[in-house]
Structure formats: C-alpha cells, structure tokens
T-cell receptor
C-alpha cells in the first residue's frame, strides 16, 4: 500500500466551477499536509500547508484535513484556465515528505 | 530573499557516463535539503535528504549518490548512468524545520540514451 494515494485524473471542469481535489493516506503519524501546483516541465509550487486537522483558506483555495479519516482535500473556487496544472498533495513526518502522484486539472474557458 | 537554484536545466547523457547535478540555496543557513526524482506521469520519489554538511540519508538504493560539501550546496552524482536514471530531478529545501514549507527548484531534466 502506498503511503499517499491520489486520483490521477484528468479532471476537466468549466471556468468558474468549484474544484475538489483529494488524497488519502495510511500513516497516522503525518502531521503536516501540503498542496502543490505543478505546471508542465516546472518544479512544484507550494500552495498551502496545514498542521494537523482543520481548514485553512487562502484566497480562492481552501485546504481541509480530516485526520480521523486520513483524508485531505483542496477546494478551488471560481476556477480559472490559469489553474490548469497538476496538483500534488504531500505529507510530512519528521524530516521526510511523501507525495501523491498528482491530479491533472484542466479548466476550460 | 530566499531562493534555490538548480543546474543544468536540461541534459542528455549516454549510458555509462557520469552525472553531476548541483543545487544551491541563497538567503538561509543550515537548511534541510532534498533530492527528488519525478518519472513521467508519476509522483515524487525521495532519493536523498540532508540535515547538515556531510550528513546524507539515502532513501533508495541505486547507482546515485549525494554530497553536501557546503551548508547551502547539495550535489547529486552518478559514476555510470543507466537508462532507468532518466527523469526530472528536483532539489528542495525546508524553510523552517517545524513547518511544511518545502520549496522546490526549477528542476533538471535528464535523458539517458
């Protein structure tokens, strides 16, 4: 079983839609939960990180962590064509980070 | 400001040739540094991480090695490349130890022929 599971998509939505991206994990020791955006042939860009359970909002992005279910989500409101990218979830335990395989998102104008 | 640099950005190497990828971080001291590899359409595989000069932890046994000769320099090397070494190599640094703020460089795309 992988440490972090993420649906690869692709996910295609119309501009303005609300996007929901999700990951599940198996290691209850994870304490930090991150979301990255990666454009083609570029390094991943940190969007948000959350410590432990709860919600965190930053502009059009909301991250949710449910440690009891080992489930994290990223919501994107009013999605834009510029949001088209691969989104990676990541989790941290001590000095190590574990990544999902990424969900490819396409926002159609 | 804090930045991370990786080079070269792209390289094509024959099987059996050596490899050296370099990563440097500016604007910080004693960062945790990481090397990841990303195969096409796949997630990030942790190869090495370092918590200080000369301190290297290897996550995946293979023909790659890493070194940290200076506080803000992290080098990924190989003596003889294999076809399976092709991929997108990413260096990253952890801004603060007790956070999730891991920042990546722009990556080095390696093709082994």
């Amino acid at each position: 079983q992988k440490e972090v599971e993420q649906d690869p998509g692709p996910l295609s939505v119309p501009e303005g839609a609300i996007v929901s991206l999700n990951c599940t994990y198996s290691n209850s020791a994870f304490q930090y939960f991150m979301w990255y955006r990666q454009y083609s042939r570029k390094g991943p860009e940190l969007l948000m990180y959350t410590y432990s359970s709860g919600n965190k909002e930053d502009g059009r992005f909301t991250a949710q962590v449910d440690k009891s279910s080992k489930y994290i989500s990223l919501f994107i409101r009013d999605s834009q064509p510029s949001d088209s990218a691969t989104y990676l979830c990541a989790m941290k335990n001590f000095n190590k980070f574990y990544f999902g395989s990424g969900t490819k998102l396409n926002v159609k104008p | 400001s804090q930045t991370i640099h990786q080079w070269p950005a792209t390289l094509v190497q024959p099987v059996g040739s050596p490899l050296s990828l370099e990563c440097t971080v500016e604007g910080t001291s004693n960062p945790n540094l990481y090397w990841y590899r990303q195969a096409a359409g796949r997630g990030l595989q942790l190869l090495f991480y370092s918590v200080g000069i000369g301190q290297i932890s290897s996550e995946v046994p293979q023909n790659l090695s890493a070194s940290r000769p200076q506080d803000r320099q992290f080098i990924l090397s190989s003596k003889k490349l294999l076809l399976s070494d092709s991929g997108f190599y990413l260096c990253a640094w952890l801004r603060l130890a007790n956070t999730g703020e891991l920042f990546f460089g722009e990556g080095s795309r390696l093709t082994v022929l």
